[in-house]
């Protein structure tokens, strides 16, 4: 049995441990991911897309979940032209890279977009590059006609 | 065919969630690709400074790791020795794969990298 005033001391207590001890709370994370797979020709696209306050990452497998290249992708000034650089995978293959310079007209964000696609599928890179664009645009995550970035 | 996002069709597996390390609230996401792991750690709304870390096949026993910065701020020391301690448990826990590792911070203090260290650590199952 314990009076009132015992309770109180012990949530004091408790209220301390929590803040020094580690108890962390977790709470689920608040960035969307958003994952799907379509079925192209006897091929699975998987796409996976993260939407950041200020930047967007996508990956587009093919068939396997491997990384595949790496690509960054931003307007840069001083006229806003759209810059794209490849930083994993090489630079003999850039199959993806002008997906990632597509993926910053459209949405008018920074893109990190990672593409196993082989290199010498341009109808793969096109098909995928429709798809992604007609997800993004359901998303809300493509520039409004206006040139807003909606959210 | 469009088959829609089911978890168990879904070849990547990821983990979503956020921590409070050092009063800034953080964004962790990790997701296990067949051939890498990428981690993004952000704070600031982007994915900020990518790393790239391997363990390397020696002859010796003990791996060597290799741990470059691929994309970002390449004078920040914490932040390669965030991806070298990863990159060393990751290799601990019998894995050999690359790790990704994105770091968006709002400060690269050594208690800001210790809390992203242990909160991925704490949260995956290499």
């Given at each position: 049995m314990m009076d009132s005033e015992g309770l109180e001391k012990k949530i004091e207590e408790l209220k301390l441990k929590e803040e020094n001890g580690n108890v962390q709370t977790q709470a689920q994370g608040q960035l969307q991911i958003i994952t799907f797979s379509e079925l192209i020709n006897d091929v699975s696209l998987h796409f996976q897309i993260i939407r950041f306050p200020k930047q967007i990452y996508v990956w587009i497998g093919y068939n396997t979940a491997k990384l595949g290249h790496m690509y960054a992708a931003a307007t840069t000034r001083p006229n806003n032209m759209v810059s794209v650089t490849s930083i994993?995978?090489?630079?003999?293959?850039?199959?993806g890279s002008g997906i990632a310079h597509r993926l910053v007209l459209k949405t008018g964000l920074n893109v990190i977009l990672s593409c196993s696609?082989?290199?010498?599928?341009p109808m793969i890179e096109t098909e995928a590059e429709k798809i992604l664009i007609r997800k993004l645009i359901s998303l809300g995550y493509t520039k409004s006609r206006l040139g807003a970035t909606s959210l | 065919m469009n088959i829609d996002n089911s978890t168990s069709l879904f070849p990547l597996s990821q983990l979503n969630f956020s921590r409070q390390i050092k009063g800034n609230e953080t964004e962790i996401i990790i997701s296990r690709y067949d051939d890498h792991f990428l981690v993004i750690a952000t704070q600031i709304g982007t994915m900020g400074t990518m790393l790239y870390a391997r363990k390397e096949e020696g002859v010796s026993i003990n791996p060597t790791f290799n741990v470059s910065v691929?994309?970002?701020?390449?004078?920040?020391p914490m932040l390669i020795a965030c991806a070298r301690q990863l990159i060393e448990h990751l290799s601990l826990s019998g894995s050999s794969r690359p790790l990704v590792l994105s770091l968006g911070l709002k400060d690269h203090s050594a208690e800001t990298l210790k809390g992203i260290v242990s909160a991925v650590i704490d949260n995956s199952t290499w």
């Amino acid at each position: 049995m314990m009076d009132s005033e015992g309770l109180e001391k012990k949530i004091e207590e408790l209220k301390l441990k929590e803040e020094n001890g580690n108890v962390q709370t977790q709470a689920q994370g608040q960035l969307q991911i958003i994952t799907f797979s379509e079925l192209i020709n006897d091929v699975s696209l998987h796409f996976q897309i993260i939407r950041f306050p200020k930047q967007i990452y996508v990956w587009i497998g093919y068939n396997t979940a491997k990384l595949g290249h790496m690509y960054a992708a931003a307007t840069t000034r001083p006229n806003n032209m759209v810059s794209v650089t490849s930083i994993l995978g090489g630079v003999s293959d850039n199959t993806g890279s002008g997906i990632a310079h597509r993926l910053v007209l459209k949405t008018g964000l920074n893109v990190i977009l990672s593409c196993s696609i082989p290199k010498n599928s341009p109808m793969i890179e096109t098909e995928a590059e429709k798809i992604l664009i007609r997800k993004l645009i359901s998303l809300g995550y493509t520039k409004s006609r206006l040139g807003a970035t909606s959210l | 065919m469009n088959i829609d996002n089911s978890t168990s069709l879904f070849p990547l597996s990821q983990l979503n969630f956020s921590r409070q390390i050092k009063g800034n609230e953080t964004e962790i996401i990790i997701s296990r690709y067949d051939d890498h792991f990428l981690v993004i750690a952000t704070q600031i709304g982007t994915m900020g400074t990518m790393l790239y870390a391997r363990k390397e096949e020696g002859v010796s026993i003990n791996p060597t790791f290799n741990v470059s910065v691929i994309f970002g701020k390449r004078d920040e020391p914490m932040l390669i020795a965030c991806a070298r301690q990863l990159i060393e448990h990751l290799s601990l826990s019998g894995s050999s794969r690359p790790l990704v590792l994105s770091l968006g911070l709002k400060d690269h203090s050594a208690e800001t990298l210790k809390g992203i260290v242990s909160a991925v650590i704490d949260n995956s199952t290499w």
